[in-house]
Nanobody, 114 residues
Framework: QVQLVESGGGLVQPGGSLRLSCAAS????????MGWYRQAPGKQRELVAT???????NYADSVKGRFTISRDNAKKMVYLQMNSLKPEDTAVYYC????????WGQGTQVTVSS
Protein backbone atom coordinates (compact mmCIF):
# COMPACT_ATOMS: atom_id res chain seq x y z
CA GLN A 1 0.00 0.00 0.00
CA VAL A 2 1.58 3.25 -1.17
CA GLN A 3 1.34 6.14 1.25
CA LEU A 4 2.45 9.72 0.66
CA VAL A 5 2.48 12.26 3.47
CA GLU A 6 3.12 15.94 2.79
CA SER A 7 4.33 18.47 5.34
CA GLY A 8 5.83 21.92 5.53
CA GLY A 9 2.92 24.09 4.48
CA GLY A 10 1.87 27.20 6.33
CA LEU A 11 1.32 30.94 6.19
CA VAL A 12 4.08 33.04 4.67
CA GLN A 13 4.37 36.65 3.55
CA PRO A 14 4.85 37.54 -0.11
CA GLY A 15 8.50 37.16 -1.05
CA GLY A 16 9.04 34.52 1.59
CA SER A 17 10.07 30.88 1.31
CA LEU A 18 8.75 27.49 2.31
CA ARG A 19 10.04 23.98 1.87
CA LEU A 20 7.50 21.22 1.38
CA SER A 21 8.35 17.60 2.07
CA CYS A 22 6.69 14.38 0.96
CA ALA A 23 7.46 11.09 2.68
CA ALA A 24 6.72 7.93 0.71
CA SER A 25 6.23 4.38 1.90
CA UNK A 26 5.02 1.09 0.50
CA UNK A 27 6.77 1.16 -2.87
CA UNK A 28 10.15 0.94 -4.53
CA UNK A 29 10.49 4.70 -4.38
CA UNK A 30 13.62 5.13 -6.48
CA UNK A 31 12.18 3.78 -9.74
CA UNK A 32 9.22 6.14 -10.00
CA UNK A 33 8.89 9.73 -11.08
CA MET A 34 7.42 12.06 -8.49
CA GLY A 35 5.57 15.32 -8.76
CA TRP A 36 4.03 18.24 -6.94
CA TYR A 37 0.61 19.59 -7.89
CA ARG A 38 -1.50 22.35 -6.40
CA GLN A 39 -5.15 23.28 -6.28
CA ALA A 40 -6.40 26.74 -5.44
CA PRO A 41 -10.01 27.36 -4.34
CA GLY A 42 -12.36 27.18 -7.31
CA LYS A 43 -9.63 26.05 -9.68
CA GLN A 44 -8.52 22.76 -11.16
CA ARG A 45 -5.52 20.91 -9.81
CA GLU A 46 -2.43 21.87 -11.77
CA LEU A 47 1.05 20.50 -12.20
CA VAL A 48 3.79 22.41 -10.41
CA ALA A 49 6.90 20.30 -10.91
CA THR A 50 8.05 16.78 -11.65
CA UNK A 51 11.26 14.83 -11.15
CA UNK A 52 12.15 11.56 -12.85
CA UNK A 53 13.86 8.63 -11.18
CA UNK A 54 17.05 9.90 -12.81
CA UNK A 55 16.66 13.39 -11.41
CA UNK A 56 15.44 15.22 -14.50
CA UNK A 57 13.09 18.03 -13.58
CA ASN A 58 10.25 19.92 -15.21
CA TYR A 59 8.38 23.01 -13.99
CA ALA A 60 5.24 24.93 -14.73
CA ASP A 61 6.06 28.26 -16.33
CA SER A 62 4.48 30.07 -13.39
CA VAL A 63 7.07 28.70 -10.94
CA LYS A 64 10.23 28.45 -13.06
CA GLY A 65 13.17 30.13 -11.40
CA ARG A 66 11.38 30.27 -8.03
CA PHE A 67 10.65 26.64 -7.12
CA THR A 68 13.02 23.68 -7.01
CA ILE A 69 11.99 20.03 -6.81
CA SER A 70 14.42 17.46 -5.46
CA ARG A 71 14.41 13.92 -4.13
CA ASP A 72 16.34 11.73 -1.72
CA ASN A 73 15.86 8.11 -2.76
CA ALA A 74 17.57 6.72 0.33
CA LYS A 75 15.08 8.51 2.56
CA LYS A 76 12.13 8.05 0.17
CA MET A 77 11.53 11.78 0.25
CA VAL A 78 10.69 14.42 -2.33
CA TYR A 79 10.94 18.15 -1.64
CA LEU A 80 9.69 21.39 -3.09
CA GLN A 81 11.70 24.47 -2.22
CA MET A 82 9.55 27.52 -2.87
CA ASN A 83 11.16 30.96 -2.94
CA SER A 84 9.85 34.41 -3.82
CA LEU A 85 6.35 33.28 -3.01
CA LYS A 86 3.42 35.23 -4.40
CA PRO A 87 -0.22 35.42 -3.27
CA GLU A 88 -1.18 33.46 -6.39
CA ASP A 89 0.87 30.53 -5.09
CA THR A 90 -1.75 30.06 -2.38
CA ALA A 91 -3.17 26.54 -2.75
CA VAL A 92 -3.25 23.06 -1.33
CA TYR A 93 -0.10 21.32 -2.52
CA TYR A 94 -0.17 17.60 -3.28
CA CYS A 95 2.57 15.07 -3.79
CA UNK A 96 2.09 12.42 -6.48
CA UNK A 97 3.92 9.22 -7.28
CA UNK A 98 3.72 8.20 -10.93
CA UNK A 99 3.27 4.47 -10.28
CA UNK A 100 0.40 2.37 -11.59
CA UNK A 101 -2.77 4.46 -11.37
CA UNK A 102 -0.92 7.26 -9.60
CA UNK A 103 -0.85 7.82 -5.87
CA TRP A 104 -1.60 11.07 -4.05
CA GLY A 105 -0.94 12.46 -0.63
CA GLN A 106 -3.54 14.26 1.45
CA GLY A 107 -2.15 17.71 0.68
CA THR A 108 -0.66 20.57 2.66
CA GLN A 109 -2.00 24.13 2.69
CA VAL A 110 0.23 26.98 1.56
CA THR A 111 -1.07 30.50 2.13
CA VAL A 112 0.85 33.52 0.88
CA SER A 113 -0.52 36.68 2.40
CA SER A 114 0.57 39.80 4.20
Amino acid sequence: QVQLVESGGGLVQPGGSLRLSCAASGSIFSIYAMGWYRQAPGKQRELVATITNGGNTNYADSVKGRFTISRDNAKKMVYLQMNSLKPEDTAVYYCKQFAGPGYWGQGTQVTVSS
